[in-house]
């Protein structure tokens, strides 16, 4: 048997399988938590940046500033180290969780997961901020003439507005963010790099030939490869179609051709 085909056959064996499907699905859940998170954490940063312009609130703003571009502007994989080093973890989670193996594994999930929001939610919030800056201005003056006041505005209709807006940009963003969950395999945590990483590392074990082959590298992280391009293709045809949507949307309405009588 060719060292090639004794590196495929690791992609039979159901117990790698499944322990590399596990890591697709922390990536995914990574993922979700770190967008969602991001979209809380990053429109209140958006509203702040946006709106604390007079007295007293002008720290909020100068801070949410600071916040924004401190992590938008520097490399994930250093508050990743960061997070590792430094970040509290709950008494809470000093167990087994999630089907990790120990304790130790949900601190360096959850350390990790902390460090990815800390940078989604200052993209997320310049994205956010776009979406806010192209709702027209007319629009809190109708919310004021209905009798709203300024939540009641931002909450009902700017908002709602602004979210519409970005769909197609925030949905991009987790693509990347979605890609950027790999950079947690650098500490260790369970997702699908650094699960990819451990078979690689003991792929003598599972090929049958005793020796880790050239041809390993090739078809575990060509796997990965597969897995991350499947997620986020699906993701940007998603994206593509809700453009096109939005475009067609907008069309102005064709010109009703006048005949003489």
């Known amino acids: 048997m060719s060292t090639f085909q004794a ?25 979700v938590i770190a967008v969602g998170f991001g979209i809380l954490i990053g429109s209140v940063l958006a ?15 100068i801070l949410a500033t600071v916040y924004i571009e401190v992590f938008r502007n520097t490399p994930l994989l250093l508050w990743i180290f960061i997070c590792l080093v430094f970040c509290p973890t709950p008494s809470f989670l000093n167990r087994k969780m999630f ?28 994205i ?3 979406g806010l800056n192209s709702v027209a201005e007319g629009q809190f003056e109708a919310g004021r003439s209905q009798g709203f006041h300024t939540v009641q505005i931002m909450i009902y209709i700017v908002l ?8 197609p940009t925030l949905l991009s ?12 395999a650098n500490v260790a945590v369970i997702e699908l790099m650094a699960r990819t990483k451990q078979i690689m590392s003991s792929a003598n074990r599972y090929n049958g ?9 090739f ?3 060509g796997f990965a490869c597969v897995i991350y391009f499947a997620i986020n293709f699906t993701l940007s045809c998603v994206v593509r179609r809700m453009q096109k949507r939005m475009k067609e949307g907008v069309k102005p309405p064709a010109d009703v051709v006048m005949t003489e009588s």
Request: net charge positive; proline share 1%.
């Open 7 to 31: 590196s495929l056959s690791m992609l039979t064996n159901t117990a790698i399988l499944q322990y590399l499907l596990k890591g697709v699905l922390f990536t995914l859940i990574i993922s």
């Open 47 to 61: 509203l702040v940046r946006n709106y604390c312009n007079s007295g007293k609130n002008k720290i909020f703003r």
């Open 99 to 126: 089907g990790l193996g120990s304790a130790a594994d949900v601190k360096l999930l959850f350390k990790g997961a902390v460090a990815l929001i800390l940078f989604t939610s200052s993209v997320i919030a310049e």
């Open 128 to 130: 956010v901020r776009g």
């Open 160 to 167: 709602p507005q602004a979210y519409r807006n970005i769909i």
């Open 173 to 184: 963003q987790v693509i990347t963010t979605i890609k950027d969950s790999s950079y947690l």
């Open 209 to 217: 030939t005793g020796v880790i082959n050239v041809s390993d590298v």
């Open 219 to 221: 078809v575990l992280f």
